[in-house]
């Protein structure tokens, strides 16, 4: 089945610092890429979905300017926290789509601890 | 708005068998996915379901009433590694994932 990877797979930061994840398809081109938001025991929260080649949809509520997402190629989006906070701390999960992206795979997530 | 309700905790002995409802509404339906993601893990797939009926997959199966704007998720013969949380989503007419907030199910010895 289709692959993706995430990197890192947990960091801690300080406050005020900028941590930037990595999604990658490994084994197809994915079209569209999503990132979402997971905090301890509640539900997947889509933070943005992403084409490549174009600009970021972003969910209402987050920050454009905070989570920049770059999806420069058909294998690769990233997402900036850019002065993280303490309460940015969460599980972000990233997910890919080809084609009709029916489907979507996922990434196995990344552990942010911001001190 | 659009919603997807499900039960927020579950709990089923091991070997029986449980089955984890849902019910959706949304803007559009094209497709049903049940996921299941263990405590510090991303969601793992289960199943999709696009036309009404059941489809089975080992000891998992899944229904579909798009009339009802209903599904459920049926486990058999309880293992203690199915502790886990079963996500329910539905794509909607953008072909984006609505979620539900998951069901978490305990399985006891």
């Known amino acids: 089945g289709a692959v993706v990877s995430q990197h890192p797979s947990r960091v801690i930061c300080k406050s005020g610092t900028s941590v930037k994840i990595e999604c990658r398809s490994l084994d197809f081109q994915a079209t569209t890429m999503f990132w979402y938001r997971q905090f301890p025991k509640q539900s997947l929260m889509l933070m943005a979905t992403?084409?490549?080649?174009?600009?970021?949809?972003?969910e209402q509520g987050v920050e454009k300017d905070k989570f920049l997402i770059n999806h420069a190629s058909l294998t690769l989006s990233t997402l900036t926290v850019t002065s993280a906070h303490p309460e940015d701390s969460s599980f972000y999960i990233c997910?890919?789509?080809?084609?009709?992206?029916?489907?979507?795979?996922f990434g196995p997530g990344t552990r942010l601890t911001v001190l | 708005g659009q919603n997807i309700d499900q039960p927020t905790e579950m709990t089923a002995t091991e070997g029986a068998i449980v089955q984890i409802n849902c019910t959706y509404q949304t803007s559009g339906f094209n497709g049903l996915f049940w996921y299941q993601q263990h405590a510090g893990e991303a969601p793992t797939f289960l199943s999709y379901?696009?036309l009404d009926g059941l489809e089975e997959k080992g000891r998992f199966s899944s229904f579909l009433s798009r009339s009802k704007g209903y599904s459920y998720l049926l486990l058999k013969e309880l293992q203690m590694k199915d502790s886990a949380s079963y996500l329910c989503?539905?794509?909607?007419?953008?072909?984006?994932?609505?979620w539900g907030a998951g069901t978490k199910l305990i399985i006891k010895p």
């Open positions: 992403s084409n490549e080649g174009s600009k970021a949809t972003y």
């Open positions: 997910s890919a789509a080809a084609g009709d992206h029916n489907e979507q795979f």
């Open positions: 379901n696009v």
């Open positions: 989503a539905v794509t909607d007419s953008n072909y984006q994932l609505i």
